[in-house]
DNA sequence: TCTATATTTCGTTTCTGAGCGAAGCACAAA
DNA sequence: TTTGTGCTTCGCTCAGAAACGAAATATAGA
């Protein structure tokens, strides 16, 4: 028997504080162990240990920074792993109106591991598309020549992005949309620049983004990405409709 | 929260004795409860308590039939969630010789729940775009018009397969060859198709499949595939090199 | 150096859930 | 009907894993 042994990782990913753990991960961000801790509601000590599982079994790893210790998901595809469990669970049980709001706010902005997905990430991969700067092919995107200059005006520097030939552009399913969006390193560059330039902010929700005025002039700029303005919009900022 | 829970499918899966049934109906046949007990190790009592829960949580269904109650996936994202978890697991362990030709016999060709993969259905869809017959498409393949004769000769009705709009030809990531193949509708009745007609044998190991040289000649003259003979067929089969 | 904070290690307790045998059902074939 | 087989339900036992507090380790700052 040499199939990858699946039942190993989905033991380690089913226990329910290691499972909120990843979950709060997901979102690729590196978080402290105390601070895993509390968001599973356990005590440190047994924190400690479920943490210690799962970078032994690889889903997870380490950087020590001070006497923190912060984790982070060892790589894309377990972020994959992980959204490809969510689509085979039970439909999402909405029980409450708060959730559901949460719901829509998601839907629209939301960080899916290191980069963009929802709605908002729909629309991006899209228009490159249909700008020819990304080709659609087996397995993912190709990013065309046309498409540097826009993902410079972007901050993404595409030329040293892609000095390691082996870096692809790969593709991501959404679980709310079902249709591809970019993720591989330039999904996660891209994230990063957009954050970095004030076009998306946090929220303090784990995966919620939002689009802020500048970024929404952004991207029609760059990417000629225009938000379906005031629906999305007012669904995305949970205003009354 | 109501992004779905993956832990509860995690859970469900990681348990080493319902891993092994998932394992054994990962090829998409349905199976007998008795028999899953037999290849899970465990007494019947014991399997049929596992059955229920993975049942309960919609990972398979059952078809009663006599006294017998035959087991199987309930759908194809539970075989591609298993997929992208075992894509994560730490590097498959190959402990002895027959492990490795038993590997070697599965990367050549097996079935991955309802549809065929490996290096042989690389080959077919390979050959399928390159003829445009297929056309590589955000998240899997389009069917176009050339490619209809072709699978009615291969003894599959595209017409009949897809009356209903909803039916997509699916893509499926090949853990071994990291390449799409053919899955969704289109991909189960290709191998289904290929195992009627005798192209293809079922071998007695759970998911390997064998081409027999009908199904050899059958490829060339249909798809326009060719089976790069000696060496991939000579591994297929198991003969020392 | 000493103190405070972050994290891991150790020792122990607790409890879930996997496991089995026996009994109960359901169906098929006498 | 009776008998035999496949499967599930019931009742019970027990191992293993998760959990915590306390103590040990490591680092930052005073």
Chains 1, 2 share one sequence.
């Not at 046309?146 to 892609?162: I, K, N, Q, Y």
Request: charged share 25%; with cysteine; hydrophobic share 50%.
């Amino acid at each position: 028997m040499n199939e990858p042994d699946f039942a190993y990782v989905a033991a380690l990913a089913g226990e329910p504080a290691r499972a909120a753990m990843l979950a709060v991960l997901f979102d690729g961000r590196a978080i402290p162990a105390g601070q895993l801790a509390r968001t599973a509601g356990v005590s440190a000590a047994t924190a400690s240990a479920h943490l210690a599982k799962l970078l032994d079994g690889g889903l997870i790893r380490v950087r020590a920074q001070g006497r923190h210790r912060y984790y982070e998901l060892a790589r894309p595809e377990i972020a994959q792993a992980l959204e490809a469990l969510g689509a085979v669970a039970p439909a999402a049980p909405v029980r409450s109106l708060s959730d559901s709001l949460r719901m829509q706010r998601l839907r629209f902005a939301r960080s899916c591991y290191n980069h963009l997905a929802g709605e908002l990430a729909l629309l991006v991969a899209q228009a490159l598309v249909r700008r020819e700067a990304l080709g659609v092919e087996d397995g993912g995107f190709r990013l065309r020549d046309g498409a540097r200059e826009a993902f410079l005006a972007a901050g993404v520097d595409t030329a040293a992005l892609f000095r390691d030939p082996h870096a692809h552009v790969r593709a991501c399913i959404d679980w709310t949309e079902r249709r591809h969006h970019i993720s591989g390193p330039l999904g996660a560059a891209l994230l990063q620049a957009l954050l970095e330039c004030g076009a998306l902010r946090r929220k303090s929700e784990p995966r919620a983004l939002e689009l802020t005025e500048s970024g929404k002039a952004l991207l029609w700029r760059v990417f000629g990405v225009e938000v379906a303005c005031e629906k999305s919009a007012d669904r995305a900022a949970g205003k009354s409709a």
